[in-house]
C-alpha cells in the first residue's frame, strides 16, 4: 500500500489538517502536517500554495517565539527563489515582511516588504493581496507608535471586507483596531472592536483569535477599573 504522502492532493490533505489542529491550538500536530505540505507543494511546484501554507508555519513559530527558525523560514523561501525562480509575488513579500517584522531590529525591512507587496498586488489588481499587505502595513504602523497612520490603513481594510470573505484577515483587523483604541484610552471604541471580533469568532474555529479577542476584552476592562469583568475575560 502506498503511503499517504504519495497519494494524489496528499498536499491537501496535510494542509487541510494542520489547519485544522492550527484552529484548535494544537500547535505541535498543526506544525507537522503543514511543514509536510509545504514539502510537497515545493515537490509538485505548487508555490503559490507553498507560500499560503508557509503563513500558518510562521504564525505557529511566532506564537512560539522562536525566531531562529523564523530565520531559517526566510532563507528556505529566498533559497527556493534562487534555485527555482519562483517570482517574488506579493504574497511572497508579505510573508518575507512577516518574517522580518518579528525580528528584533528588522521591523523597517518589514514595512518595505509589506509596501512592496502591496505595491505588486495593486499591479495585477489582486485585492486579497492587497488585505494582507495592507493588513502588514498598519501592524508596521502599530509598532512604530503612529496609531493614526495605523487607523487610517485598516480602514482602507474595512472597505474591502464588504466584498471579499476572509474570516481570519477580518477579526485580526478588528482585534488590532480595538489595541489600537485601548492603547489610546478611547476604550469604548476598544470594546466596540473587540465585541465586533468576538461575534465574528462565533462563526469561526480559530482558538488563538478567540484568546486573543479575550484578552483585549480583559485588559479594557481593567484599564476601565472593572476588575470583576476583566477577571471574566
Known amino acids: 500500500m502506498s503511503s499517504i504522502s504519495n497519494l494524489p492532493l496528499a498536499q491537501e490533505y496535510q494542509y487541510e489538517l494542520g489547519r485544522l489542529f492550527y484552529d484548535r491550538a494544537e500547535y505541535n500536530k498543526a506544525l507537522e502536517r503543514l511543514e509536510k505540505a509545504c514539502e510537497l507543494f515545493v515537490q509538485n511546484k505548487q508555490y503559490d500554495r507553498y507560500v499560503e501554507c508557509l503563513n500558518y508555519v510562521l504564525r505557529i ?29 506579493a504574497r511572497t513579500h508579505y510573508i518575507l515582511g512577516l518574517c522580518s517584522y518579528y525580528r528584533e531590529g528588522q521591523e523597517q525591512v518589514a514595512m518595505d516588504y509589506f509596501q512592496k507587496s502591496l505595491k505588486m498586488a495593486l499591479e495585477k489588481d ?4 492587497m ?16 496609531l493614526e497612520d495605523a487607523l487610517k ?22 482585534l488590532l483596531n480595538g489595541l489600537i483604541h485601548r492603547n489610546r ?11 465586533q471580533a468576538y461575534e465574528l469568532l462565533k462563526n469561526n474555529s480559530n482558538l488563538l483569535l478567540y484568546l486573543n ?8 476592562y481593567q484599564r476601565l477599573g472593572d476588575l470583576g469583568l476583566a477577571r471574566v475575560y
Open 61 to 89: 513559530l511566532v506564537e512560539r517565539e522562536d525566531f531562529a527558525r523564523i530565520q531559517e523560514t526566510k532563507e528556505s523561501l529566498q533559497d527556493l527563489v534562487v534555485k527555482e525562480g519562483v517570482a517574488l509575488g
Open 126 to 129: 489582486n485585492k486579497i493581496d
Open 131 to 146: 488585505c494582507y499587505a495592507i493588513y502588514g502595513i498598519a501592524n508596521s504602523h502599530y509598532y512604530f507608535g503612529r
Open 153 to 174: 490603513e485598516l480602514y482602507n481594510l474595512e472597505v474591502f471586507f464588504e466584498a471579499l470573505h476572509l474570516p481570519d484577515l477580518q477579526i485580526s483587523s478588528l
Open 185 to 195: 484610552g478611547s476604550y469604548d471604541k476598544a470594546l466596540e472592536f473587540f465585541w
Open 213 to 220: 479577542a479575550l484578552y483585549g476584552l480583559g485588559t479594557t
